[in-house]
């Protein structure tokens, strides 16, 4: 996993040292919720986490100065890779999460030659679904998913290379 940089942040691999930072937006019940997961309950918790974090290799820590604020990777569902990201909340609405998901998408283009790139978000997160829309991925439609136990609607997204390679993508 190579480590990307941008103007105000450092994306790395997820390392054990992260726990204290991780945990103290993982307790939040407006932060995991919306990402599909529930509040953690102890730091051992978090640890947890971040160990299959390392194992899967494919989660990058957002480091903003040196504070670890968040996580962003890429997932592989049904031979589909799509982009999820979770911000500790103390740092929403200052640009970071966009300015994370803009250098991950050139890298996943760039780097790994993917020719599609798929976001998803539940129907009442509104805040993911702006920054999606802000990412400039188009709307392919919404599926029910079951999330700890419930019904959830999803919406789906993607954004294609040519788009990227064309610089079709108002961010570009």
């Known amino acids: 996993m190579t480590p990307i ?12 040292e992260d726990a204290k930072d991780m945990f103290e937006y993982a307790v939040d019940p407006e932060v995991g919720p919306k990402a ?3 509040p953690h309950k102890s730091i051992e918790e978090t640890k947890r986490v971040i160990e299959g974090m390392i194992n899967s290799n494919e989660i990058y820590s957002i480091v903003y100065q040196t504070k670890m604020i968040g996580t962003i990777g890429i997932h592989t569902k049904n031979d589909k890779k799509y982009l999820g990201y979770v911000l500790n909340r103390n740092y ?5 999460m966009t300015e ?3 250098a991950v998408i050139i890298y996943l283009f760039n780097e790994l030659n993917l020719d599609v790139i798929y ?7 509104h805040k993911s679904e702006g920054l999606i829309k802000k990412l400039d991925f188009e709307l392919i439609g919404s599926k029910k998913d079951i999330v700890q136990g419930e019904p959830k609607e999803v919406l789906e997204y993607k954004i294609e290379r040519f788009r990227f390679e064309r610089k079709m993508l108002r961010w570009q």
Do not use: E, P
């Open 5 to 16: 940089k941008t103007k105000r942040l450092l994306l790395r691999k997820i390392v054990y």
């Open 36 to 38: 599909g997961w529930l």
């Open 92 to 96: 929403w609405r200052q640009g970071i």
């Open 100 to 102: 994370a998901c803009k």
């Open 119 to 125: 976001i998803s978000h539940f129907l009442d997160n």
